[in-house]
């Protein structure tokens, strides 16, 4: 726990954070009240009342947010293009300082208006599906709008001045469909990506961009790993795979280079102007970073572009989180209904199925608008190919350190076994291959994964366990007693002795070692 309390710690003077905000609110003259929000993965964040009754809200980035100065003023400058450019509604900035050395605060801070309505979170659940259509469709719109205007390069957004300051350079952004004067304070620079700037990596001279061709992106990350794993990797055990051997950092390089055989050719086909398209999206489009009107049910602001940045669509295009059904989803345009049997069911089972079909329904219904609404949009997430090609990309940066190992190497197996029918026109053999060993041990470290994965989808979905191990501060002792007192029960279910071992081994929310 302290740990993880260390990244998320910020040092900062509250007394001047408050001094900044009075200055950016309308003639305020105090502040009269600071609620702090909730605690965020990556982010403090407070409410300021002034005495003019004026509101703003101030945002601190933690440890973990990225890397220091990129980080924030990436997000002010996307935020700003944002406005600017595409007129979508994001919350104003008002004041920022990305250099918590030189500032009064002494931590890095944006100060922006408080936005308008209320999250989207507080009401979904309450609305009727009408309303909630209505919702998708003006997500669609704003998506749609983003893929208008294609970028040069694939990286992050910065004003060109704190650019040049960063990386002593900063191009012109030249977009022909794009106002000049829109662009002439912006440019694009390296990503923010945590997993390209943690720890050792951020003193190391990594490519994080900005690239020019999808290629040069895949085969960066591969070669970014790569070196860091050499440099700093080191034996660990893996109890999915061994019980006894040690997962050697060669087996991370040997994985990485298959990957680099394969890196060039998981990338947008050339002539396919959608796919290849370098589009500004959300990162993480989820219900409680949308701001809507009570009344009108209007999106009022968008919220929480921090790490956003521009890439080929063929990376982006997805169903966002807040549509996403989490189970699988009938093909075709079809309407979810009811099972035959329904009304003999129980009411528990009822209630199920009707949030099941709920769920698939807005999924689906995003599905039909962005094809009805976005034909950029639609012509890259109709592909069902696309997500099997670009997976492997998205696993590679910092592969050993999430212990991603197993899904970069399951991703791999699928495109090697499905390689003729992905690739179909023109290209070589798959450039890689995996042996009956490696098959079959990966099939062994599968069989323990499922086991304990479906173990927990059991415990959380009684609410047992918390999803993705988070709880808050005040719930965190009764977390380690169902903790415990689960785990036993998971080890209890062994055969023997030796099965024993393992499962106690398995469980993943283990006791920090001493």
Partial sequence: MALELSKRYVKFNLQELIHAA???????RYCTRILKCAEGLHNKAFVLTMDNGFEVLAKLPNPNAGPPHYTTASEVATRELLRDLFNVPVPRVLAWSSDAANNLVEAEYIIEEKAPGVRLGALWNQWPRELKLELIRQVVDIENILTTIPFPKHGCIYFKDDLRSLTGDAENLNIKSASTGALERFSIGPLVSTDLWTGTRGDMRLDRGPWLDPSEYTQ?????????????????????????????????????????????????????????ANVLWHPDLHLDNVFVDPDTRQITRIVDWQSACVAPLFYQSGVPRMFRHPKPVREGWIVPERPENFDSLGEGEKNKIDDDLEGETIHKYYEAQVCKRAPRHWAVLQRKDIPVIRKP???????????????????????AARWEELFPDDQPPCPIKFTEKDLELHSKEEENMNGVGQMLVLFRDQGILPVDGMVDPSDFEIAKQNCRKFKDIFIGLAKDDDERKLFAKLWPYQDPEK
């Avoid at 009075?22 to 305020?28: F, G, H, K, L, Q």
């Avoid at 034996?235 to 680099?260: K, V």
């Avoid at 990309?393 to 495109?415: A, C, K, Y």
């Fill in 393 to 415: 990309v998205w696993l590679t940066s910092g592969v050993w350190e999430n212990r991603d190992l197993f899904f970069l190497r399951q991703s791999l197996i699928s495109l």
């Fill in 22 to 28: 009075i200055n950016v609110s309308m003639e305020a």
């Fill in 220 to 276: 960066a990350l591969g070669r970014n790993e790569l070196a860091w794993i050499k440099s700093a990797a080191s034996p660990r055990m893996n109890y999915y795979r061994s019980i006894q051997d040690y997962e050697l950092p060669e087996e991370g390089i040997a994985l990485l280079t298959q990957y680099m055989h394969v890196a060039p050719h998981l990338v947008p086909p050339s002539m396919d102007g959608a796919a290849a």
